[in-house]
């Protein structure tokens, strides 16, 4: 007996920039997408090479790249876009479950620049939507502020309230700085748990403080939530002052495993556990995220062309 096979869609077609070959497959499975076949190198002298090997004329393309150490990803990202518009493709969608220079917001010093925006200026020429999973929203509030295409945001609060319910007895689930407060509120009123947000002074990427630990009842199992975890200072700061207060290490859980230099060591080390999504491949993902992406990607697929467009099919 043969088993069944499920028919591709040919109009859909998801190419995997390097590094992203698994989440890739993993999403063109229940989108039933063609998997595209890029060649994505260097040459010798550094410039970045692309070729795109799978026809995408008339089909809906989309770029799966997650945009941690984004600075070497992008040039050959916007080169594979501009090489499947190039190929007729009817739009060319971006997935990057994690979007980067989000915290760059605004400009703290004279001279700076406000960085999101300007990443974002280099994206919406050549993109024709955006899905990513809970982009860093503080000072600027929505991706429209600086995206000028569609975009969707996936939210892996449901996914951490699920692994939480189903993890940790007795959470108390607490927010390092008032920035994780719109997260941690969220997962705590999916888990039915007590919760609270922490205040926090950085002041250096690897220099941070945090103050005014909450009352956590005794059986409590402290639950450290943020979006993105880099030098992990802002989580090894509330491991501290919990520890300071004699309460139990705490299960640190973020979005984004960033990871800056001995992050994961050092977190790993004053904490009970490190989980995060899997919107960057780390040996911490534990909360897989394909379910909501899959159905971002398929609102994506499904848009109506805008006018422009139309007239050009
Ligand atoms: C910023 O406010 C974010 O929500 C995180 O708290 C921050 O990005 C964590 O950074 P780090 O791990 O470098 O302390």
């Not at 997962?187 to 922490?198: D, F, I, K, N, S």
């Not at 897989?288 to 805008?306: C, E």
Request: charged share 15%; glycine share 6%.
């Amino acid at each position: 007996m043969t088993a069944p096979t499920v028919a591709l869609d040919p109009q859909r077609v998801l190419i995997a920039m390097p590094g992203c070959d698994t989440a890739t497959m993993r999403l063109a499975i229940p989108l039933r997408a063609e998997l595209g076949h890029a060649a994505v190198t260097r040459f010798p002298d550094g410039e970045s090479y692309v070729r795109l090997y799978t026809p995408v004329h008339g089909a809906e393309a989309a770029i799966v790249c997650t945009l941690d150490r984004p600075d070497e990803k992008l040039l050959p990202l916007l080169w594979l876009a501009i090489a499947a518009r190039q190929g007729g493709a009817r739009r060319v969608g971006l997935i990057a479950p994690y979007l980067p220079y989000m915290r760059q917001d605004v400009i703290f010093n004279a001279g700076e620049i406000r960085a999101a925006e300007h990443f974002a200026a280099l994206l919406n020429p050549v993109f024709d939507w955006l899905v990513t999973v809970d982009p860093h929203l503080h000072r600027i509030s929505h991706l429209s502020e600086v995206y000028r295409v569609p975009t969707v945001a996936v939210e892996a609060a449901p996914a951490i309230a699920e692994w939480i319910q189903t993890h940790v007895q007795a959470p108390f689930l607490i927010g390092p700085d008032e920035e994780s407060r719109q997260w941690v509120e969220q997962v705590a009123g999916m888990c039915g748990a007590p919760w609270a947000a922490l205040t926090k002074t950085r002041h250096s990427a690897w220099h941070v403080e945090v103050a005014e630990l909450p009352n956590i009842p005794p059986r409590c199992v402290p639950v450290l939530v943020d979006d993105i975890i880099s030098t992990g200072r802002t989580m090894l700061a509330a491991a501290g002052l919990l520890q300071r207060a004699g309460k139990p290490q705490p299960v640190c859980v973020g979005v984004h495993a960033v990871f800056a230099a001995d992050a994961y060591s050092q977190l790993c080390a004053a904490s009970a556990e490190v989980v995060t999504c899997d919107t960057i491949p780390h040996p911490s993902n534990q909360i897989a995220l394909t379910g909501p992406l899959v159905d971002a990607i398929s609102r994506m697929f499904d848009l109506p062309l805008p006018l422009s467009k139309q007239m050009l099919v």
